[in-house]
């Protein structure tokens, strides 16, 4: 009967055990839901801001390319001027720079 006691508290305190984990299971699993959604919409906001990037970096290429383009067309030059200095190189040297995307 002492032994039947012990085992029955035993029992008693597996259960509850097991209900606790239940308990973490479903509050894990509600959490790894919420965490899923947050991903895939950071994914979508990810893919969206690489689509405007490679956008914005096509347009830039192709301004610099009109602007070159105008450049060398124009019947009159202008003297180099502070306006028109960052289209050099910072080594000073008066070739146009070569344009570059920088990665965050």
């Known amino acids: 009967a002492e032994k039947n006691l012990k085992l029955e508290e035993k029992i008693?305190?597996?259960q509850q055990q097991n209900e606790e984990l239940r308990a973490r299971i479903e509050q894990n699993t509600v959490i790894t839901r919420q965490l899923s959604e947050?991903?895939?919409n950071l994914q979508e906001y990810v893919e969206k801001e690489v689509e405007e990037k490679k956008k914005l970096s096509r347009?830039?290429?192709e301004l610099l390319w009109k602007l070159q383009e105008g450049e060398a067309v124009s019947p009159v030059k202008l003297p180099p001027?502070?306006?028109t200095s960052f289209y050099r190189c910072s080594?000073?040297?008066s070739s146009p720079a070569k344009v570059r995307t920088l990665r965050r």
Do not use: C, H, I, K
Request: charged share 20%.
């Open 12 to 14: 008693t305190m597996l």
């Open 38 to 40: 947050e991903n895939a």
């Open 59 to 61: 347009t830039n290429e």
């Open 81 to 83: 001027t502070s306006s």
């Open 91 to 93: 080594s000073g040297d």
